[in-house]
């Protein structure tokens, strides 16, 4: 629930009105600031009355119900008031309080359209610092619709017109709207802004433009020498005057523990190659890298003898281990001697020891991942094709609980290990049915004989799917047959085969994947180097190799990850956040099959709160 505001606007009803004077106040100006007047009673004295006296009473009503939160009731009486039949201040005042309470009811899409009624257009008419409350409204509003690049520009508008004292946090909320607004609405934006939302637009990109984190930095003060008297480089936001102090104290010795023997060795391999391929990057344009220390985790039984001898060696932080059962371990212990940054997940509820973070390539990201994009293009009932493996098992209770908390419905769950099964049991999911438009004539001279096609079930609006390609070339063919051919399927990467000579995926066109950005749009600006140097990260060995390239890039900016939560990094491997616990989250892109090919989709996933 969204923190309610006191209106700072007059009550709507003369305390005498109430007492029963004959004097009845017929505009705002009219009206006392305050009234402990019961908002029953101000109801009960609009049914005694008609019109434009009616409806006055009844929006001080509003106002009242709302200064009392009560935002449930505003809404009520508001739905009494037919506000095109009031006056434009009133009809100010009615959109400001309808807006005002949807706003605090978590309902932000109702508050928008409210505020974009016709009499919030003509602000001329009310004082300035009554102005400012309403576009200040409004970008609080479009933030919590989602529309942050708005709302950022909505409060760089009126910067200089408020109070020096309401300045500083309104450069925070400029750069916590921009660090979430998608990064090609950020440069579409950039080609034709000008004055200080061009300085702002630029600063942004920055951050996502570079990775590494003294990149970043040196960009940024290259910015601020550009755009000196820029209000972000008068007195830059918090995030970024933390994120220069997280510069200067970041780490000079780092260990990076992984199994370099073993069945894992492929892997630690790669996930060396990418994280060395971007501290390469960065020393190759002129800025110091912390020195890299290599360890060979299967070396020590007991990793606190790792610890005790990477202390000996000076190092400050850990980047390992990878496998998941050391990690576990970590996971349980008391405090760890050194931060550490884990490359897999411990499989444990536990709250882990601080200085513990963790960030893999979990299967549960990529179902969190599909629920988010399928609430976003409109779906709210769907059902789930998984197998029995633990890989699609946790992918399918990820995106349960992801779509639940989202408020969508399960309609629907079938498990699809035997290929001669899945079938049947598509067809019992969609519940096909013979339908027949009502009255309708069956008429022997038709070429159907007057029958509308078979529908399937109504209540369905999209799959997730959860399995390997063999399972997966089934489902359209299936879907086709059972005439759901446009029911839409969102996958995990599982669902096809990715080969570094491009060979076609048969049987699965228009399915749509979660991909890696590394392997989807392949845009990185490590990913042409490191591709030259390691061919095969240009296929499902590019998962590791991005996975290591993001690990050098968010190690440093964990702490700022962790005391601003709302802190987003555009990585190979997804869009990165960190979670309450230590964990780092990944929102994928999607992208569609296309002749068998996946191909980058258009629009920008939404991001894990």
Known sequence: MLRMNRLPLAGLLLASLIAGCSSTPRQLSELPATTDTPVEDILRQAERRSGAEAHLLRLHAAQTAFNRNQPDQVRSI????????????????????????ELALDQPAAALRALRHPSLQQLDSLTPDAQLEIQLLRAET??????????????????????????????????????QAPTDQL??????????????????????????LDLQVHAMQQWQDRHATHPAAVTPPEGISRLLELHAERPQHIALLLPFEGGLAAAAEALRDGFLSAQYHAHSEGLAQPRISLYDSGAYPNLLQFYQQAQADGVQWVVGPLDRQQVASLAALPALPLPTLALNYADTTATPPPGLFQFGLAPEDEARSAALQAWQDGHRQMAILANHDDWSQRSARAFVDQWQELGGQLVGHELIDEPARISGQIAGLLQVRESQQPNQEVTSGSEDGGAAQPTP????????????????????????????????????????????????????????IAEIPWLLTRSDPLYQTVVD??????????????MGVDAQRIFSR????????????????GTLSLNSNGRILRVLPWGEMVDGQLRPMLEPPLLLQ
């Open 78 to 101: 508001l739905a009494m008031i037919p506000q095109s039949d009031l006056p434009l201040d009133q009809q100010q005042r009615f959109s400001e309080l309808q807006a005002r309470s």
């Open 558 to 573: 964990l702490l700022l990850m962790q005391e601003q939560p709302e802190t987003r990094i555009d990585g190979a491997t």
């Open 142 to 179: 479009m933030a919590a619709a989602g529309e942050y690049l708005s709302a950022a520009q909505e409060r760089i508008f009126i910067h200089n017109l408020l109070p020096a004292n309401a300045q500083q946090d309104n450069l925070a909320q400029i750069w916590n709207n921009l660090n």
């Open 457 to 512: 079930r109504p209540d369905l609006d999209a799959l997730f799917l959860a399995a390997a390609p063999l399972q997966a070339r089934q489902i359209k063919p299936t879907l086709v047959f059972q005439y759901a051919g446009d029911l839409p399927v969102y996958a995990a990467s599982r669902a096809y085969r990715l080969s570094l000579n491009g060979e076609p995926n048969p049987d699965i066109d228009g399915i749509m």
């Open 533 to 546: 140097s390691w061919p095969t990260a240009a296929g499902p060995m590019g998962r590791l190799y991005a």
């Open 187 to 212: 440069r579409e934006a950039a080609t034709a802004a000008t004055g200080d939302l061009a300085g702002w637009l630029e600063l942004a990109l920055i951050v996502r433009d570079h990775g590494n």
